[in-house]
């Protein structure tokens, strides 16, 4: 395993740490707020709402902890300047044991809540052993030229993947398909069909950022669970709807997930409090995205993440969860 002070810059290795990742090499693990509420018995990620994935039975990680070649406006992430290469990648199946253990470690302080009643034991239990992998925690993981690889690692321990690609490398994907190393769920971040806006909105590094989306759009049939989702940021992309679903209908994703920018982390540098959008807000777009699309039609909503879920009415909504 790399050294992760030799993969970023001290300031933004301390800056991580703050925020309680857990950093080793060039990947990160973190546990996510639905995680910890979760074994609280409160709130659960929409994702459980929607498609039957355990929020306490997830891990967050990822193998480009401050690598990206976007520098999207409403990221709740530190937008470094660093570099999207990675000059040494460590093995996949060193970055799952990694990710894994770590996830441990952080799971260690709740054992108190048991003992409190707060948290229950067989709950607990089973958070330490994750039958899920969300790689989205930050960064952009379709940089990590292992990736197959890494997928196929988390599938020898059964457990379903999700993973979030800003769409910027149909190379990869292409990757994927060959290596018969498909997620269980495949996210592309498409924030509009213009392309003027996409690249106001998300700041791509790549000059040819639009062509590279259309070509991951193209490819997105060949995977058997896919989704659209469409960060809605007042005043920047709450317009243009029928470009947008011109986009979906020719990549006919099973879902497309519009979900509010939330006004948190260090976008609020960047973005004022009033570009984070209501749900009645988020409804309505999705609405109107849905006027101008044949195939789909609502099926859920999460008012606490402010989400609304347009579906195609034929992929199955919940998961197969493997034991």
Not at 195 to 211: C, F, G, I, M
Not at 273 to 287: D, T
Request: hydrophobic share 35%; with cysteine.
């Amino acid at each position: 395993m790399s050294d992760c002070r030799k993969c970023l810059p001290p300031e933004i290795e301390e800056m991580l740490r703050k925020q309680h990742y857990a950093l080793f090499g060039h990947s990160a693990a973190k546990l996510c707020h639905y995680l910890k509420t979760s074994l609280k018995e409160k709130e659960v990620c929409y994702k459980q709402k929607f498609y039957g994935i355990q929020s306490h039975r997830c891990l967050q990680m990822t193998p480009t902890s401050a690598f990206c070649d976007q520098k999207c406006i409403y990221c709740w992430r530190p937008i470094t300047s660093q570099e999207p290469k990675l000059s040494k990648e460590d093995k996949p199946e060193d970055i799952v044991e990694r990710a894994l253990e770590e996830q441990r470690i952080l799971l260690s302080g709740f054992g108190s809540l048991v003992k409190q009643g707060i948290v229950s034991r067989k709950k607990l239990e089973e958070a330490l052993q994750p039958t899920q992998a969300a790689i989205s925690l930050s960064g952009e993981p379709t940089l990590y030229k292992k990736l197959p690889e890494l997928i196929k690692e988390f599938q020898k321990r059964k457990m379903t993947t999700f993973l979030v690609s800003n769409a910027l490398h149909p190379e990869m994907l292409e990757k994927l398909i060959k290596k018969k190393a498909k997620p269980t769920q495949l996210y592309l971040s498409i924030d509009s069909g213009v392309e003027e806006v996409h690249k106001a909105l998300n700041r791509p590094v790549l000059k040819d950022s639009w062509k590279r989306i259309n070509k991951s759009l193209a490819l997105l049939r060949k995977f058997p669970r896919t989704c659209i989702r469409v960060t809605l940021v007042k005043g920047w992309n709450d317009n243009h709807e029928k470009e947008l679903a011109e986009l979906i209908e020719k990549a006919m994703p099973s879902f497309v997930e519009v979900k509010a920018y939330m006004h948190v982390g260090y976008s609020q540098q960047r973005l004022e409090k009033e570009n984070m959008p209501s749900v009645a807000e988020v409804r309505k777009f999705a609405k109107k995205v849905l006027k101008n699309l044949k195939h789909y039609q609502i099926a859920g909503e999460d008012r606490h993440s402010r989400v609304v879920l347009l579906w195609n009415g034929k992929t199955a909504l919940k998961i197969s969860l493997k034991k």
